[in-house]
């Protein structure tokens, strides 16, 4: 069972102390910092996160009951709320006093529900009758009203990631007002309403921030409803239901998402995953937006996976009660004390604990058999690489190696993920080659992300091992070998030298010299130097591999030099010779590497012939035909003296 958990809590969680009569905990999911308030900070404040390393302890004074508290970003200004009218500021800056100053809402009799640094130093008060947009001047202790809204509001809720706040607005409290932020401006993004499963008579606030869950997925802005189960309708079970709140734009209801049961939900987005944790049944189920149901018109998603436990998880004993006989305890998953923050973060205050939810890929290779789904669904996860390649390997193995269709799916997918990388990169090349210096702006280099399995992967991970295997069919292996040329044929995508040799030695290895010829014959082996090279090596066991090497380098034109190499390898001088005649090389060839390739046949005629070619050369080109000493041939022009006499030698021709 343990292979199924798809969902983990992070093996090291920031630790901090828990909740009682006297430490009150705070949580701040712009900066993921947890805050420990001791006696309203007279005995204390401790802040703990994003990771355990990083802890700020201070204390202040206690001026009544800490309603929220968090730091500006990087931790140089404290704000504290603590009545309903105003919030305090204290400095963390060097070279400042440490000195309270506070600053109340503008709009009378309203109420602050709260407040989000959207900057280092601007912060948004929201109230019950509107949001109010202030700069902080640490220096002067001051805040200045930059800019305010007014809108009656339910509660709010804040993304940090985008710098939007939420407004809850109505009576009922389904119509919902974005507001973005950026560097000083707020801006009204367009309204939208939530539908409701049942409108109440007479009306009365419907809509719960418990209910909503606002979160980046894909890149994109998604503001999640958990419509619960109406119980007149009849509805088979709660659902969740995805409206995309663009910058600029209406928003839309998007995506419904089943959860086919009812009772206790909370939402997290981790890996671009909506998770889903029941209470009731202590299990939670994962959604992909990205997958979609062929048969459904509109875009309605049943989980990928069925509903699993999170992996039970031990808290570690440590400090001086820790005895090393003592076994860690086991962790309460889905108690009722835990918070869920977006995107990935689950809080236990009671134990005093803070961990990210992680999903786990390889129990969804357990769980997903559809070979097709499985890909598409790790294709969108980050570190999916080394689960992909050991998926390929053993849809290659056991019983399944006879789904040759299965197969091609598979790397069709794969290749389809690869092209797009390349068309990405080679756009960015052009634009930067085209104009560098506007381009940086404009064109971002593509990210390589796990999910590009390249040749060199498949090659090294799975189809070198694959070809090694002794249980498997040879004619299956080449199958499976010229599946993935043709996919990147397919996909317009140039295919390695090293994939041809590997089908090449796997055909000479189980003798299939018939098929080799075929596939050389009919260009399913694209040509290329490095082939030819392997061809060649091949004449010993293959001798018409001899003649199939040449006829490559020949059609690849820009092989003269390889020909010429491998013809006197063979000591096929003449023939060497007539070949670079052929293709009008021959004023240009080096003398000195015909003639020793001729001394080496020890065929004296052969070398008279060759040593006479080249006198007529030099007797053409420069009007004599004597070797100059920079093509080092007087050692062969004293052998020819030798062995044909001094009057053998070509005289000049005098005009």
Not at 188 to 210: G, H, N, Q, T, Y
């Amino acid at each position: 069972m343990s292979e199924e958990h798809y969902l983990e809590l992070c093996e090291n969680p920031v630790q901090f102390e828990n909740a009682s009569n006297v430490n009150n905990v705070f949580f701040d999911e712009a900066n993921k910092q947890v805050f420990a308030v001791r006696s309203g900070g007279a005995t204390g404040v401790v802040v703990k996160g994003p990771d355990d390393k990083n802890s700020i302890a201070f204390r202040m004074d206690d001026k009544g009951e800490v309603k929220c508290i968090k730091f500006s970003f990087g931790s140089k200004i404290l704000a504290v709320q603590r009545t309903p009218k105003s919030v305090d500021f204290i400095n963390f800056l060097p070279d400042l006093p440490h000195l309270e100053y506070s600053q109340e809402c503008k709009t009378k009799n309203a109420c602050v529900l709260g407040f989000c640094w959207t900057s280092g130093n601007e912060i948004v008060f929201i109230t019950d009758q509107g949001i109010e947009l202030y700069q902080v001047q640490p220096d002067k202790r001051s805040l200045k009203l930059l800019k305010s809204q007014s809108i009656n509001v339910n509660w709010y809720m804040y993304c940090s990631e985008t710098s939007v706040i939420l407004l809850s607005t109505t009576v009922q409290g389904n119509v919902l007002q974005p507001f973005s932020f950026k560097s000083g401006t707020m801006s009204k993004m367009s309204k939208f309403e939530i539908e409701l499963p049942v409108v109440p008579k007479p009306a009365k606030l419907s809509l719960s921030e418990r209910d909503i869950a606002v979160a980046t997925i894909y890149g994109q802005l998604y503001v999640m409803y958990l419509k619960h189960h109406s119980r007149t309708a009849n509805s088979p079970g709660a659902e969740v239901v995805l409206y995309h709140l663009p910058r600029e734009g209406p928003c839309k209801k998007t995506h419904v998402l089943k959860l086919n049961t009812t009772g206790k939900f909370a939402l997290n987005v981790v890996d671009n995953l909506v998770a889903v944790h029941h209470q009731s049944s202590q299990t939670s189920i994962i959604f992909d937006i990205k997958l979609k149901d062929p048969d459904s018109i509109l875009n309605i998603h049943q989980p990928v996976l069925p509903a699993r436990s999170i992996h039970p998880y031990k808290i570690p004993l440590s400090g001086p009660v820790a005895v090393a006989t003592q076994a860690p305890v086991r962790c309460e998953l889905y108690s009722s004390t835990w918070s869920v923050f977006q995107p990935d973060i689950i809080i236990s205050a009671s134990e005093g604990y803070l961990w990210y939810l992680q999903v786990k890929l390889q129990p969804a290779v357990n769980l997903l058999h559809d070979k097709g789904k499985l890909m598409d669904f790790l294709l969108h996860r980050r570190d999916c690489k080394m689960v992909i390649l050991s998926v390929c390997s053993q849809m290659l193995s056991g019983g399944e190696k006879g789904n040759l269709p299965v197969v091609a799916t598979v790397f069709d997918k794969l290749n389809q993920v690869y092209k797009e990388y390349l068309e990405a990169e080679q756009s960015y090349t052009m634009a930067m080659e085209s104009a560098p210096s506007r381009g940086s702006a404009a064109h971002r280099r593509p990210v390589r992300t796990q999910a590009v399995i390249d040749q060199s992967d498949m090659y090294t991970h799975v189809l070198s091992v694959f070809t090694e295997r002794k249980d498997v069919s040879h004619r299956f292996i080449i199958a499976v070998l010229m599946e993935y040329i043709r996919s990147l044929n397919q996909f317009q995508i140039t295919v390695q030298h090293y994939l041809y040799e590997l089908v090449i030695k796997t055909l000479v290895h189980h003798n299939l010299f018939y098929m080799l010829h075929q596939f050389l014959q009919y260009h399913v082996l694209s040509d290329s130097k490095p082939l030819a090279c392997l061809l060649l090596s091949l004449e010993s066991t293959y001798p018409p591999a001899h003649q199939l090497s040449l006829d490559m380098l020949k059609r690849l034109s820009t092989a003269n030099d390889e020909i010429v190499e491998v013809l006197l390898s063979k000591q096929q001088v003449l023939g060497a010779l007539r070949f670079i005649r052929s293709v009008g090389g021959h004023d240009n060839i080096s003398a000195r590497k015909f003639l020793d390739a001729a001394r080496q046949t020890k065929d004296q005629m052969l070398f008279y012939t060759i040593f006479r070619f080249f006198e007529q050369r030099n007797q053409r080109l420069r009007g004599s035909p004597i070797f100059t000493p920079g093509e080092h041939c007087e050692e062969h022009t004293a052998f020819f003296k030798q062995v044909f006499g001094e009057q053998a030698l070509m005289k000049p021709l005098t005009v």
